[in-house]
């Protein structure tokens, strides 16, 4: 019984955290002009590398793994334009389901240990405008913390 109120508990919690997303979406064509794709960087297998047109090997730098995965690091602040999939500060493969996991999940990572991380590079995180999801996150006996990227 426990373990069913558990797996309820990490779905709403998933659901939570795509509203939280979705309630920031104009702020981040009108506000921030989508600042995570042009400053940031992703986090990438060999699958996500493909769907970033006109990538170089150049622009991505291979990181090692304990699995025989290939994970990259593409710095988006590296390119003039940011991401390669951004025209007019919207992606153009936002509705691909096979897009980047890190796109998909940004500015806030649910971890499986009740945890939810929130990146403090995105201006929506530091203009509070997540602020009342976070309070639901607290509420559902998640712990909130904060990266300490400093871009």
């Known amino acids: 019984m426990i373990k069913n109120k558990t797996l309820i508990n990490e779905f ?19 506000e921030c002009k989508a600042y995570c794709c042009r400053k940031g960087y992703l986090l990438l297998n060999s699958e996500e590398v493909s769907l970033m047109q006109g990538t170089s090997k150049d622009d991505l730098k291979m990181i090692p ?39 998909k999940e940004f500015p806030l990572f649910i971890w499986k240990n009740k945890t939810v991380m929130v990146t403090n590079v995105c201006p929506a995180v530091k203009d509070n405008k997540l602020y009342p999801y976070l309070v639901k996150f607290k509420k559902m006996g998640y712990n909130i913390i904060y990266s300490s990227e400093n871009k």
């Not at 659901?15 to 981040?28: E, M, T």
């Not at 390669?84 to 493969?93: G, Q, R």
């Open 12 to 30: 709403d919690a998933e659901q939570l955290a795509i509203h939280a997303r979705a309630s920031i979406s104009n702020y981040c064509f009108t």
């Open 65 to 103: 793994t304990d699995s025989n995965e290939n994970k990259y690091v593409f710095d988006l602040g590296l390119r003039v334009d940011g991401c390669p999939n951004l025209e007019k500060y919207k992606c153009i493969i936002h509705k691909n389901p096979k897009r980047p996991k890190a796109c």
